[in-house]
């Protein structure tokens, strides 16, 4: 019998089962045929997220500033003399990552399709398309429609959003800086992005579900705005963020990680620094659990108690700023960008921390001058 089958071989997976793997019986059962495709993410990062992975992964360009442009065209620009995030090859950090789980002792089934899994007394009985196994412990790492996650209740998140992105062959004239879009034209609910990496541009943006919208069409708005319609695309992708957490992230003899639990950054959509942070917390309770033979759904959820200290504030702060976002109209944004232009608030954008990027608020909202103008549209947004 295995000491813990783990389902899905992306970077919740691998870097769950890197630590889980030291002196246990692991699997990793991944449906793809290798590590890193699809990619599903920008491929930006802090440089504290990358090194909180423990691999190097290729580093294509660095990130020290944003334009954020309002829906009436009004920009906002953010500096910053230090690297505030890294461009790498995402396809390439997932494939070191799994080498390491592997390296460190796990074992990774690659086209291997996960179809159910039962939960007994003693034990695990998971089935897949290539036969069944048994393993005292299930780690749900499956993504934002994590099956897994399902099997222990009711547990979707609150709402999803949808992206869509492109690689674009074309050269941006300022290679350290990023452009973000915010407004219903362009990215209803999220935000867009174009993002360069050297000889190429990451183009790409999310949607609030339920706004009746094809990704795909504001992609092709975006494109032309950005004065890159006619260049050579060279990939395209697409996919779903669950935000908002999910009710449980454990259940009897499972654990859940990574999107599948709901840990993902409410303002960017970010999951890596999530994972990194719960990853430690869930080696910790599945050791003692499998070391003391008590593997229920209560002793379990010491793991939710775990991670959550970490960063429960962080996400549930993030989650109220994005419930305020998605409540004010196009005329209140711009409201807002005349606001934020103030000279006592560029300074904290200026420095904002794109892992805890909820911090900034703080110091905004103990401004009474700013903060009084702020309210009304605060306000509206909530109610």
């Known amino acids: 019998m295995r000491d ?21 019986d692991v699997l990793v059962i991944e449906e793809h045929a290798s590590s890193g495709l699809p990619v599903q993410c920008a ?8 090194r909180m992975c423990g691999v190097k992964p290729d580093i294509l360009g660095k990130i ?32 070191k990552l799994a080498e390491r789980a592997i390296d460190r002792g796990a074992e990774i089934k690659y086209g291997t399709r996960y179809v159910s899994h039962k939960v007994s007394g003693t034990e695990v009985s998971v089935s897949t398309d290539s036969g069944d196994i048994s393993s005292k412990l299930i780690v749900g790492a499956d993504g934002h429609s994590s099956r897994i996650a399902m099997s222990v209740g009711r547990n979707l998140p609150r709402e999803y959003v949808y992206g869509m992105g492109a690689d674009v062959r074309y050269r941006s004239g300022r290679d350290n800086i990023m452009t973000l879009r915010i407004g219903s034209e362009y990215a209803p609910g999220f935000f867009s992005w174009e993002i360069p990496f050297g000889d190429m541009m990451r183009v790409g943006l999310c949607i609030k579900a339920g706004t009746g ?28 963020i669950p935000l908002g957490g999910r009710r449980r992230s454990y259940g009897d003899r499972t654990l859940l990680i990574g999107d599948a639990a709901g840990q993902v950054k409410p303002i960017s959509g970010g999951g890596l620094y999530p994972i990194c942070m719960a990853a430690p917390i869930l080696r910790d309770t ?98």
Request: charged residues 30%.
């Open 286 to 383: 599945a050791e003692e659990s499998l070391l003391t033979d008590r593997t229920s759904s209560r002793f379990l959820s010491r793991y939710e108690e775990g991670w959550k200290r970490k960063i429960g504030r962080e996400l549930s702060r993030g989650y109220r700023i994005r419930k305020i976002y998605t409540g004010l109209s196009d005329r209140d944004l711009d409201r807002v960008s005349e606001i934020i232009s103030d000279d006592e608030i560029r300074p904290m954008l200026n420095g904002i921390d794109l892992d805890n990027p909820s911090a900034v608020a703080a110091p905004i909202v103990r401004s009474p001058r700013v903060c009084m103008r702020l309210l009304p549209l605060m306000i509206r947004a909530i109610l």
């Open 64 to 95: 020290t500033g944003a334009d954020v442009i309002f829906p009436s065209g009004g920009r906002f620009e953010v500096r910053s003399d230090c690297i505030k995030a890294l461009l790498i090859d995402r396809a390439d950090l997932d494939r």
């Open 43 to 50: 491929g930006i990062l802090t440089e504290e997220a990358i």
């Open 213 to 240: 919208s094809n990704p795909n069409e504001y992609l092709k708005k975006l494109l032309r705005v950005s004065g890159i319609k006619d260049c050579d695309i060279i990939s395209r992708y697409s996919g779903k």
């Open 4 to 24: 813990a089958v783990v389902v899905g071989g992306g970077p919740a997976g691998t870097i769950t089962a890197g630590l889980l793997s030291d002196g246990r």
